[in-house]
């Protein structure tokens, strides 16, 4: 009888802590949601003078990507759908707020030796660099090309930021859509059917390897060539005239890449 008092006051501090636990582990996307909705537009442009008077409320959604992610927290996605949701979605607020926190100065975006070379983010307790997030993480973990077509880097260039956050559950399509977006844009893919010349953003040479692998693992592709995976997202006439052109005869070339701000003008 005279342990019960610190028994219950031990019960009660479990209690306490695994509930504080439980509620640290439950991440609110509404807030990136809102901010996105409210600051990029149609084009994918960001209104950064707008979300800097807001930066508060995106270091909120921060603090709480900081804290919790797949790997300190597993339990709390429940398929790589949801991991990759949250990573995806870990990228691009990371890069929003540094592009917002140093805004109108814009001398550290992508100058290869600031934004994406030196920059430590904390994400589920750990830091590591927004390189090691894509290189180390999100590609080599997932093996999903697509997310070349939602990750935002802050430059002209990058895919159109999203509006909002991307449902629970909608991964997948959200995934889908951005591939058609992005390779529906002829700023991005265009095909010159007189000169059988297939332009392609910078993405598809960086990152050939992951559309090409992407073939030759889910299509049974064994010598793939970048004009099929083009394919599987193109629409209206310019994809009747490249699929009817010999992929030997289709050469390729790459747009120059815009690396000044994705700011609205």
């Known amino acids: 009888m005279r342990n019960k ?68 927290h597993p339990q709390q996605f429940k398929d790589g759908g949801e991991q990759l949701r949250y990573w995806m979605t870990a990228y691009n607020a990371w890069v929003l707020y540094i592009a917002a926190s140093e805004y109108p100065s814009k001398s550290s975006l992508w100058n290869f030796v600031g934004l994406f070379r030196n920059r430590t983010i ?24 697509r997310i070349h077509f939602y990750i935002n880097c802050a430059a002209t260039s990058c895919p159109a930021l999203w509006q909002g956050a991307i449902p629970e559950g909608k991964t997948w399509d959200v995934l889908d859509q951005s591939a058609k977006r992005f390779i529906n844009d002829t700023k991005h893919v265009k095909y010159d059917a007189a000169a059988k010349k297939l332009y392609l953003s910078k993405i598809f040479d960086w990152f050939d390897d992951d559309f090409l692998n992407y073939l030759k693992e889910k ?33 390729v070339s790459y747009f120059s890449y815009n690396k000044s701000l994705n700011e609205q003008r």
């Open 122 to 145: 904390k994400l589920g307790g750990k830091q590591l660099g927004l390189e090691d997030l894509e290189h180390k993480i999100i590609r080599p973990g997932y093996k999903e090309p």
């Open 5 to 72: 008092p610190i028994f219950f006051a031990a019960l009660s501090l479990f209690v306490c802590v695994v509930a504080s636990a439980a509620s640290a582990q439950e991440i609110s996307y509404s807030e990136y949601d809102r901010l996105t909705r409210k600051y990029v537009d149609a084009r994918g442009l960001v209104n950064y003078n707008g979300l800097k008077g807001e930066l508060s409320a995106l270091k909120s959604f921060i603090d709480q990507i900081s804290e919790v992610s797949p790997h300190s």
């Open 219 to 251: 299509k049974n592709i064994q010598q793939p060539h970048i004009a099929q995976y083009i394919l599987m997202y193109l629409d209206g006439p310019a994809r009747e005239t490249l699929s009817k052109t010999p992929l030997n005869e289709i050469s």
